[in-house]
């Protein structure tokens, strides 16, 4: 196993000797006498670790730190100082040194701090690379197909994604919003920063304000410790508002305050949080409709509103079926270790038959569920849901009573499923959880 390299830099060449005798069984050692030494050093070799000494001629162990700090890959330092020179060692910590050590070194301390700052080095490398991965992967997360009303959605998602402005994505539950949110954030300035994710309707009105907003120690019963909430997690960065709709009016209020003025207090507290924040937004319902039953504020739709993106739904654009189905098999072939080569004819026209109510989430689930039940490398009608092939075969769609009963079917069997917890159906079933309540009364359910 290739050796962690160490520079150890000291005009002292006692030091030099013992520090790199006490390390070299562990570690690659190189050893310069003054910071200009140290950077013809660096100029040569790729270096983990650096462990200067701060009182040094020539280029002392502070302007050592600073010429290192200026590298396009700076090397973490950790400065040995003698006993006098404490205040000199925390500004070099203030200055971006990891940690110091004392002269006498204490060799086992130096050693946990070696290891502690390679283990912080090596998480940062890992962090760094994570979010070069999903910069370069992030943006293909994208919705397949190549229709023409499926391209205006990506265009205009990709259009506004070099801006700050706020967005709004409307369309049916199972379409797609929150593909359509990563590839704005993703092309964005703000990529780098978190992207930060809530349904507004899984939480109760009180729940959902301390989520968003955070609150103080004490604020609440239960509340044991202060809180961050969403919007200070995603400062610097995006907050994806699914389901905005469900909103209650009180939090609309705030939400609308913070689009205008960029500040919000914690549940409880009095001071003035200011983050910055771009806000996405989702619904499936008509925001406009909405606004005249009263139930959302018109000066927040607007606000919400700045650019609209209307995803179509799956029966719109029927062109991406095959597309769609091709990648979705793909991707289950990979993730359940079956060697599935392709779907058969009559399979295929079954699903180019069905209207897809659930659009893109109903097919792929459809899909993975034909790829797991598949005997051979072929998907057949045989490997397709029941349900899929009774609707597509006869005039089911047509039949409204069929369709509520397989609506209530499915309601039935996802609270089942779940032992009764409404909050995880409702994101089962892809709706609202005041809906998935308003179909629970629809149709006289004992939960």
């Keep these: 196993m290739e050796k962690n390299r160490v520079l150890i830099v000291d005009d002292d060449n006692m030091t030099l000797q013992t520090l790199s ?66 205040e000199t060692a925390v500004e070099a910590m203030k200055q971006g040194a990891c940690d110091y050590v004392s002269k006498p070194v204490n060799l086992d301390r130096l050693a946990l701090l070696i290891e502690k700052t390679l283990e912080n080095k090596r998480l940062k490398e890992e962090n760094k690379l994570l979010k070069q991965q999903i910069l370069e992967h992030g943006p293909q997360l994208d919705i397949i197909g190549q229709s023409e009303a499926l391209h205006k959605c990506k265009e205009l998602a990709l259009q506004v994604a070099s801006t700050k402005a706020t967005v709004l994505i409307e369309g049916e539950s199972g379409t797609g919003k929150e593909l359509i949110t990563n590839i704005i954030h993703y092309n964005s300035p703000v990529a780098h920063g978190p992207i930060v994710k809530v349904n507004c309707s899984a939480f109760s009105e009180g729940v959902l304000e301390s989520e968003l907003f955070g609150h103080e120690k004490g604020s609440f019963t239960g509340a044991v410790a202060t809180k961050k909430g969403r919007f200070e997690l995603a400062n610097g960065g995006t907050l994806f508002l699914d389901e905005v709709g469900e909103m209650p009016m009180s939090i609309q209020v705030k939400l609308l305050r913070f689009l205008q003025e960029k500040t919000f207090e914690r549940v409880g507290g009095t001071k003035t949080m200011k983050v910055d924040v771009r806000i996405i937004s989702a619904t499936n319902k008509n925001l406009g409709e909405l606004v005249s039953e009263g139930t959302f504020r018109d000066d927040l739709f607007y606000r919400l509103r700045v650019v609209k993106i209307e995803i179509p739904p799956l029966r719109e654009r029927k062109e991406d079926l095959d597309d769609l189905v091709t990648g979705f098999i793909d991707k289950f072939t990979q993730l359940h270790g079956k060697p599935i080569e392709r779907i058969d004819d009559e399979a295929l026209a079954l699903i180019r038959g069905y209207n ?37 075969a006869g005039g089911v769609d047509s039949k409204e009573g069929l369709l509520h009963e397989l609506e209530r079917k499915a309601i039935v069997d996802t609270l089942n499923s779940t032992r009764g917890e409404k909050v995880k159906a409702a994101k089962i079933l892809g709706i609202g959880l005041r809906t998935l309540y308003r179909k629970i009364e629809k149709y006289e359910l004992e939960v």
């Design 21 to 86: 005798m006490a390390l070299e069984d562990d570690y690659e050692t190189f050893t310069a006498t003054n910071g200009l030494n140290a950077l013809k050093v660096l100029a040569k070799e790729d270096v983990d670790v650096i462990l200067s000494d701060l009182d040094m001629p020539g280029l002392n162990g502070i302007e050592l730190l600073t010429r290192i700090n200026e590298m396009e890959y700076p090397v973490p330092v950790i400065v040995i100082t003698g006993q006098g020179t404490i």
């Design 356 to 392: 897809w109510p659930g659009n893109v989430r109903e097919l792929m689930n459809c899909i993975e569920s034909a790829v797991v039940m598949a005997r051979e490398d072929v998907i057949t009608v045989e490997d397709i849901p029941e349900y899929l092939a009774y609707k597509s």
